[in-house]
């Protein structure tokens, strides 16, 4: 959920940067029911919190939770919820899912479906375009005859420079530290993606993009049941992997698109700003050209 909401719209709205800093700390204090003792929220993976600034790409990269909530309370939580569920056609969402915890950390009352979460991910391979899902194109008779076509229409949901500079974000998921590194496919063309994983070890997920496909992999019980599941391999991922390297094993070279508006600048990796002569350590960035 974080880069469909609150990533894509924080940087479509100009609230953050490839490498603003946000404090990797507790948001907030929250109690699950009423009398109970509150506790730090949101928890990260590892269960620590670094007390310290993390820049934009490196807390998505290594999906950090308490800096996506920051960044999508900057991106507004109404904004998420209006977008998922009218522009990416996301069908499971109720009302009281209007929440930092089900709108960036995925909490949402019935979940959401591969098939609808690979849709939403569409628009970070092609430009910022939403095109009607669908599962066949036509219908015909044994003579040729159409009788049932569904309606597809392609939509700009997202600017093309918002989707670019989200697409180069995922590519650090899956290089460096990011949660799928090593997890590309192989050859020349580029691997970007996703990781999810629910805090009770019900639900991974991996969505990866490439310059052909966005698919979307799922691993659990229908029926919630914990899985059993150790460290090492990320199953679904491993999984996408896989299957990717069938799928596209021998179509030509392509590249995402790219939007020759964004800027790519060397970035000061302490303080997030553009680099000056006396930065020590620099990377280089993407930027919105009016940000």
């Keep these: 959920m974080k880069p469909i909401g609150a990533y ?19 948001v907030r204090q929250i109690a699950e029911k009423e009398g109970e003792e509150k506790r730090d929220w949101p928890a990260n993976f590892s269960k620590t919190y670094s007390e310290k600034e993390i820049l934009v790409a490196d807390a998505l990269a290594e999906s950090i939770n308490t800096i996506a909530v920051r960044v999508g309370e900057k991106a507004g939580i109404g904004n998420i919820y209006r977008f998922m ?4 056609g996301i069908t499971t969402l109720e009302p009281k899912d209007k929440d930092a915890g089900p709108m960036v950390l995925g909490s949402s009352t019935q979940g959401i479906t591969p098939y609808e979460l690979a849709g939403a991910y569409m628009m970070l391979g092609n430009g910022g375009n939403f095109t009607t899902l669908h599962c066949y194109e036509s219908v015909q008779t044994g003579y040729g005859r159409e ?3 569904p309606e597809i229409v392609t939509t700009r949901v997202l600017d093309s420079d918002t989707a670019y500079v989200t697409n180069r974000l995922l590519q650090g998921v899956m ?5 799928a590194a090593g997890y590309a496919v192989r050859g020349e063309m580029e691997s970007v993606g996703k990781i999810g994983t629910s805090s009770d070890n019900r639900d991974y997920w991996f969505v990866g993009l490439t310059p052909y496909y966005v698919t979307a992999t799922w691993y659990g019980y229908d029926s919630g049941y914990p899985l059993n599941v150790q460290n090492g391999t990320h199953a679904p991922t491993a999984a996408w992997k896989a299957v990717m390297q069938q799928a596209q094993a021998k179509l030509p070279y392509l590249e995402f698109p790219v939007d020759t508006t964004v800027v790519q600048k060397d970035y000061c990796t302490e303080s997030g700003g553009i680099a000056t002569p006396n930065c ?3 990377k280089k960035g993407y930027y919105q050209a009016d940000n």
Excluded: H, M, Y
Excluded at 85 to 88: D, H
């Design 85 to 88: 569920k009218n522009s990416l």
């Design 280 to 282: 020590r350590r620099v």
């Design 175 to 179: 290089q460096g530290n990011g949660t």
């Design 147 to 149: 009788v049932l076509k």
């Design 8 to 26: 894509a719209l924080a940087l479509q709205n100009n609230k953050i940067t490839w490498s603003t800093p946000f404090l990797d700390a507790p």
